[in-house]
T-cell receptor, first 112, second 114 residues
């Protein structure tokens, strides 16, 4: 079946360093969403990318959707302790917008 | 306040004892979904519903049932729970198709089956 992978699984950074997580799908996606889950919390929607090659920014966060719509990345510039949490990508197929496939997530720790 | 609520938040039960986890949303959302979260596996979709009386299987539906008799409610039923269903469960809702609209998640239900 369709798989969505994320690397790395864990990342520890010093506060102020940059962070990137990568999301890769075995099949072409209709769109990609990113969610953040704080420790002990529930996933919270960050953004959705729809177009091939799309790039969106939210303050220090930059999201990209690959040209082939099979991969995506989330880059955080100058991490802060408030960035701690697990970042998930989630995609759906063109043939089935209702079914959502989440990646396993990247857990980010920020050392003050 | 717009929200998704789940009950109970924590549940410890024994193998084979039927249980229901309730989920309710007050945003008049069409789409609702259940996920389970396990370490290293992320969120896996169990069932989803596009509207009242319309449900479909996600990736891991075995051992679970759902119903959507009212738009706001989407209970998850485990008719005969087993230890491998020990997990953290999240209910979510969205305005439309789950893959194309922002999903709002409930606080989660931590289930332990002994």
């Amino acid at each position: 079946g369709q798989q969505v992978m994320q690397i790395p699984q864990y990342q520890h950074v010093q506060e102020g360093e940059d962070f990137t997580t990568y999301c890769n799908s075995s099949t072409t996606l209709s769109n990609i969403q990113w969610y953040k889950q704080r420790p002990g919390g529930h996933p919270v929607f960050l953004i959705q990318l729809v177009k091939s090659g799309e790039v969106k920014k939210q303050k220090r966060l930059t999201f990209q959707f690959g040209e082939a719509k099979k991969n995506s990345s989330l880059h955080i510039t100058a991490t802060q302790t408030t960035d701690v949490g697990t970042y998930f990508c989630a995609g759906s197929l063109i043939t089935s917008y209702d079914k959502v496939i989440f990646g396993p997530g990247t857990s980010l720790s920020v050392i003050p | 306040e717009a929200q998704v609520t789940q009950n109970p938040r924590y549940l410890i039960t024994v193998t084979g004892k039927k249980l229901t986890v309730t989920c309710s949303q007050n945003m008049n959302h069409e789409y609702m979904s259940w996920y389970r979260q396990d370490p290293g596996l992320g969120l896996r979709q169990i069932y989803y519903s596009m509207n009242v009386e319309v449900t479909d299987k996600g990736d891991v539906p075995e051992g679970y049932k759902v119903s959507r008799k009212e738009k706001r409610n989407f209970p998850l039923i485990l008719e005969s729970p087993s230890p491998n269903q020990t997990s953290l469960y999240f209910c979510a809702s969205s305005l439309g198709q789950g893959g194309t609209y922002e999903q709002y998640f409930g606080p989660g239900t931590r289930l332990t089956v002994t």
